[in-house]
């Protein structure tokens, strides 16, 4: 089962910036899509960005101009760059992936979630 690592939390100002990152570790040949979500205390979880099995990628409203989503495929991470954060970016942010390609043991197509990383924007 892969395990998913976050790193790159905390708090910020309004108007700065902050660099999330998830790298899933095992015997990973490909994985389908990676992407981020966000929680918020009495909210439901919403999509953040995301990339697709196409490569292509995908954004909520809320952040569009402002975060940008990236990969590595060849260290099985993601990332998400998060600019001109506002009070209402607070949230747990999480990792996501489905679809995963393995080495040694073929594919799996669940969904896995990292442990999530706070982040907070106030002043």
């Known amino acids: 089962q892969v395990q998913l690592v976050e790193s790159g939390g905390g708090l910020v100002q309004p108007g700065g910036s902050l660099r999330l990152s998830c790298e899933a570790s095992g015997a990973i040949s490909r994985i389908n899509v990676m992407g981020w979500y966000r929680q918020a205390p009495g909210k439901e979880r919403e999509l953040v960005a995301v990339y697709s099995r196409t490569g292509s990628t995908n954004y909520g409203d809320s952040v569009k101009g402002r975060f940008t989503i990236s990969k590595d495929d060849a260290k099985n991470a993601v990332y998400l760059q998060m600019n001109t954060l506002k009070p209402e970016d607070t949230a747990v942010y999480y990792c996501?992936?489905?679809?995963?390609?393995?080495?040694?043991?073929?594919?799996?197509?669940?969904?896995?979630w990292g442990q999530g990383t706070q982040v907070t924007v106030s002043s």
């Open positions: 996501n992936v489905v679809g995963i390609w393995y080495a040694d043991s073929g594919f799996d197509p669940a969904a896995y």
